[in-house]
């Protein structure tokens, strides 16, 4: 038995894919990398993998499939995480290439802007998932 898993967050698929982002050391157009590795049993992190759910349990290496992007001009490699946050800041400051400097200093506002995004859209889907149920119990769909 084979055990794979592809580990992308749901919340940066589309944007992974479809979003444009740019090397803040030489302004060239970052491309998705993809880094597999195996992770064994004994591994400390191998049971954040193991979880599947609804009762199956994987048995021996699981290969993860994992993605970051990459320069394709100067290789420099940085998770999405980190690259949101540079995106942030290169939109803010209307260029592409930021010294180590620039970076440091809009690092926190560009987290805490990102923060306010992720709460304003859980709220927005909340209310969305409490208008939806409100409309099935209304209409008495699923009885």
């Known amino acids: 038995m084979e055990n794979k898993i592809l580990s992308i967050p749901f919340g940066m698929l589309i944007p992974m894919a479809f979003g444009k982002f740019y090397c803040h050391k030489c302004g060239e157009r970052l491309k998705r990398n993809s880094v597999k590795r195996t992770v064994k049993p004994g591994d400390p992190d191998y049971f954040e ?34 690259q949101r946050i540079v995106a942030k800041i290169q939109k803010k400051l ?50």
């Not at 193991?50 to 940085?78: A, F, Q, S, W």
């Open 49 to 82: 993998y193991n979880k599947i759910g609804r009762g199956k349990v994987m048995i021996g290496d699981v290969e993860v499939t994992e993605y970051d992007l990459k320069c394709p001009n100067c290789g420099h490699c940085v998770g999405y995480d980190a």
């Open 94 to 143: 209307s260029k592409k290439i930021l010294t180590d400097k620039e970076l440091q200093e809009h690092t926190a506002e560009a987290k805490a802007k990102m923060a306010r995004e992720t709460a304003i859209l859980s709220a927005v889907l909340a209310v969305v998932v409490l208008l939806a149920i409100f409309v099935l119990a209304y209409f008495g769909i699923g009885r």
